[in-house]
């Protein structure tokens, strides 16, 4: 996973109930962790998003685009041996090596689609990222073949990060070199946490043994960064085990660790039998998940990390030697294009955003016949691109104005005083000066829920997805 968690299934929670709004202070008016997304990964939320705008994005395609602003690939890889009892992602546990090798083909196939488009030709790409899903599920052989064929038509000489996420328990030593050989820069792996009873309850498909086997093959393949992502809350915590699981990730020294909050989007497993009254919500309230990601902040600064974002925390000695930067996350939350492909997927090029179809049968069927596989999309105005480059840097912890009046022509502390000032009586944000704002850690362990408060009016009750 990563900062921006690229891909989500938002057809599925199509007929689904809005979550909540949160209060403007940030907290929410339920503490119980209810069924409903908060994490923000986009702006306008996708339930806007609509196959009517499919027709500019399509003629936006067949006009050059601009080389100044950075450009990254997404491709998702939608295959899992288990899917996980919080999972929300499109995922697959139940295809063969053929329908695998299928898919992996039309995957290389968009990609190629994609690069007879004008508005990416002649364009270097910065970033690329394979995520899932389980993209080291998939076997060497086949996952070489997608690789020649994404390297064929977007040279990789001047990539400035590759990132790969990972499942323990589907890593061989032999896979981990492949990576490292095909240029990935940065290998993400999903231990969630240490704790084999609460991986077994969460429906994780690794072990505890897994995780221990694969970090020698990763150190010694010499990864120019290895994340873990931990998450906050799974069920069956207790402040036991998260402890437990804070003390053995710091043993383990990573070069980046990034913690989410469990949270109930509407169509996991967890969140299912919730909406069916079959039991109440099994995960632990906001207070506490927070109280525990406070915890696993104050311990790893004080064991040599720092924090970059609102969910990532990395080595100080890796960011003052480059190792710590994140381009993926960072190009995307300062406006870059971004092409989504896979089952799903969403990108966005030069101001449209664009979702692929999330049924298996329509994307591979529309990919073999020869045209992207484009599923809705949505035209942004000049201020929503403002309103979503400044609300997810503020996950980053600070805003700098001169950079949203210089590129938008807008002071945004002007423009959202009101909001800013309330959000500064609630203890989640100082207003530094004029030019900044930094969060406070008590805004940092719940931004999320602050984001919504500079959405436009007409997108404030809207479901996200």
Same mark, same amino acid.
């Given at each position: 996973?990563s900062?921006?968690?690229?891909?989500?299934?938002?057809?599925?929670?199509?007929?689904?109930?809005?979550?909540?709004?949160?209060s403007?202070?940030?907290?929410?008016a339920?503490s119980?962790?209810?069924?409903g997304?908060?994490f923000?990964?986009?702006?306008?939320?996708? #339930?806007v998003?609509?196959? &009517?705008?499919?027709?500019d994005y399509r003629s936006?395609?067949q006009?050059?685009g601009?080389?100044?602003?950075?450009?990254?690939l997404?491709?998702?890889i939608?295959?899992?041996?288990?899917?996980?009892?919080?999972?929300?992602?499109?995922?697959?546990?139940?295809?063969n090596?053929?329908?695998?090798?299928?898919?992996?083909?039309?995957?290389?196939?968009?990609v190629?689609?994609? $690069?007879?488009?004008? %508005?990416?030709q002649? !364009?270097?790409?910065?970033? +690329?990222?394979f995520?899932?899903?389980?993209? #080291?599920y998939?076997a060497?052989?086949?996952? &070489?073949?997608?690789?020649?064929?994404?390297?064929? +038509?977007?040279p990789w000489?001047?990539?400035?990060?590759v990132t790969?996420?990972?499942?323990?328990?589907?890593?061989?030593q032999?896979?981990v070199q492949?990576?490292?050989?095909?240029?990935? *820069? !940065?290998?993400s792996?999903?231990v969630?946490?240490?704790?084999?009873? @609460?991986?077994?309850?969460n =429906?994780?498909?690794?072990?505890?043994?897994? @995780?221990?086997r694969?970090?020698?093959?990763i150190r010694e393949a010499?990864? /120019?960064q290895?994340n873990?992502?931990?998450i906050?809350?799974m069920?069956?915590e207790?402040?036991?085990?998260?402890?437990?699981?804070?003390?053995k *990730? @710091? /043993?383990?020294?990573?070069?980046?660790v990034?913690?989410?909050?469990m949270?109930?989007?509407?169509?996991?497993?967890?969140?299912?039998?919730?909406?069916?009254?079959?039991?109440?919500?099994?995960v $632990?309230d906001?207070?506490?998940?927070?109280?525990?990601?406070?915890?696993?902040i104050?311990?790893?600064?004080?064991?040599g990390?720092?924090?970059?974002s609102?969910? *990532?925390?990395?080595k #100080?000695s890796?960011?003052?030697s480059?190792?710590?930067?994140? +381009?993926?996350r960072?190009?995307?939350w300062?406006? %870059? /294009?971004?092409m =989504?492909?896979?089952?799903?997927?969403?990108?966005?090029?030069?101001?449209?955003?664009a979702?692929?179809?999330?049924s298996?049968?329509?994307?591979?069927?529309t990919v073999?016949?020869?045209d992207?596989?484009l599923?809705?999309?949505?035209?942004?105005e000049?201020?929503? !691109?403002l @309103?979503?480059?400044?609300i997810?840097?503020?996950?980053?912890?600070?805003?700098?104005?001169?950079?949203?009046?210089d590129?938008?022509g807008?002071?945004?502390?002007e423009?959202? !005083?009101? +909001?800013f000032e309330?959000l500064q009586?609630g203890?989640?944000?100082?207003?530094?000066?004029?030019?900044?704002?930094?969060? *406070?850690?008590?805004?940092?362990?719940?931004?999320?829920?602050l984001?919504?408060?500079?959405?436009?009016?007409s997108?404030?009750?809207?479901?996200?997805t």
């Amino acid at each position: 996973m990563s900062d921006t968690q690229p891909t989500t299934d938002p057809a599925a929670a199509a007929s689904a109930k809005s979550a909540p709004g949160p209060s403007v202070h940030g907290p929410g008016a339920q503490s119980s962790t209810e069924v409903g997304s908060v994490f923000v990964s986009n702006y306008p939320p996708f #339930s806007v998003w609509q196959q &009517d705008d499919l027709r500019d994005y399509r003629s936006l395609l067949q006009n050059p685009g601009h080389a100044e602003t950075p450009l990254g690939l997404y491709l998702h890889i939608p295959f899992c041996r288990k899917r996980c009892k919080f999972c929300y992602f499109r995922v697959y546990v139940d295809k063969n090596a053929k329908e695998i090798q299928r898919y992996l083909d039309a995957l290389g196939r968009e990609v190629e689609l994609y $690069a007879e488009q004008a %508005a990416v030709q002649n !364009r270097p790409i910065r970033f +690329v990222y394979f995520g899932g899903g389980t993209p #080291s599920y998939v076997a060497i052989k086949h996952l &070489d073949v997608l690789l020649k064929r994404v390297q064929a +038509v977007f040279p990789w000489d001047d990539v400035e990060e590759v990132t790969f996420e990972c499942e323990p328990g589907t890593l061989t030593q032999k896979k981990v070199q492949y990576y490292r050989e095909m240029g990935v *820069t !940065r290998l993400s792996v999903g231990v969630e946490n240490w704790n084999e009873q @609460i991986l077994r309850d969460n =429906g994780r498909a690794h072990e505890v043994k897994e @995780i221990h086997r694969c970090l020698p093959w990763i150190r010694e393949a010499g990864f /120019d960064q290895l994340n873990i992502d931990l998450i906050a809350g799974m069920v069956g915590e207790t402040w036991d085990s998260w402890k437990d699981s804070i003390t053995k *990730t @710091i /043993d383990l020294g990573p070069d980046s660790v990034t913690i989410y909050q469990m949270e109930l989007p509407f169509n996991t497993v967890y969140s299912k039998g919730i909406l069916a009254g079959e039991h109440e919500s099994p995960v $632990a309230d906001w207070q506490l998940k927070r109280a525990w990601n406070d915890y696993a902040i104050n311990e790893l600064t004080a064991n040599g990390y720092e924090v970059s974002s609102a969910y *990532t925390l990395v080595k #100080s000695s890796n960011k003052r030697s480059g190792k710590g930067r994140f +381009v993926y996350r960072d190009s995307l939350w300062h406006g %870059a /294009d971004m092409m =989504g492909t896979g089952i799903a997927s969403f990108g966005h090029i030069g101001g449209i955003h664009a979702q692929n179809k999330p049924s298996w049968n329509d994307y591979l069927e529309t990919v073999e016949g020869g045209d992207l596989p484009l599923g809705r999309a949505f035209v942004t105005e000049k201020k929503q !691109r403002l @309103i979503r480059e400044m609300i997810l840097q503020m996950k980053l912890g600070a805003l700098n104005f001169p950079y949203f009046r210089d590129k938008f022509g807008v002071d945004p502390l002007e423009e959202w !005083r009101p +909001v800013f000032e309330r959000l500064q009586e609630g203890e989640m944000l100082d207003v530094v000066d004029k030019d900044r704002i930094e969060l *406070t850690r008590r805004g940092l362990l719940q931004v999320d829920s602050l984001l919504p408060n500079f959405y436009e009016e007409s997108h404030r009750s809207a479901r996200y997805t």
